[in-house]
């Protein structure tokens, strides 16, 4: 019915076999920002929201939240991960998230890259609410993926 490899031949939803694919190293790198007052970045960045440490609580939920994809997208493969990174920058305006994912294994790591940006950029959100209700996320996109049949991708300039 469809060369879409998520469908059946009856179009019905399914998880896609891995079982016969190659295991290789496999990384992926993602990127997003939440926009903000200057007074809710400089609380972030001087320590001062009264949830606590917004950039060590964001960290940690991103990297947790990596490892728990397969429970939030639908026909994501459990995966071993080896490695999750993910590097909070503050600004005068916000929060710059970037996430690394990587594991030796059948399929990629790209959504895993993605959701913990996206749940760490949330987090930062929850943390601040008080301060700034008005923080717009967004920009949430992947930069670089490596490994697997298709090789090496990189994100064009801009976008």
Known sequence: MTDLTH???TGAARMVDVGAKAETQ???????????SEAAAAAIRDGLVKKGDVLAVARIAGILAAKKTSDL???CHPLAI????LDLVPDETGVTATATVALTGRTGVEMEALTAVSVALLTVYDMAKAIDKDMRIGGIRLLAKTGGKSGEWTAQTGG
């Open 7 to 9: 469908l059946d031949d």
């Open 26 to 36: 496999r990384e992926a790198t993602a990127t997003g920002r939440i926009d903000m």
């Open 73 to 75: 997208i639908p026909l």
């Open 82 to 85: 080896s490695k999750v990174t």
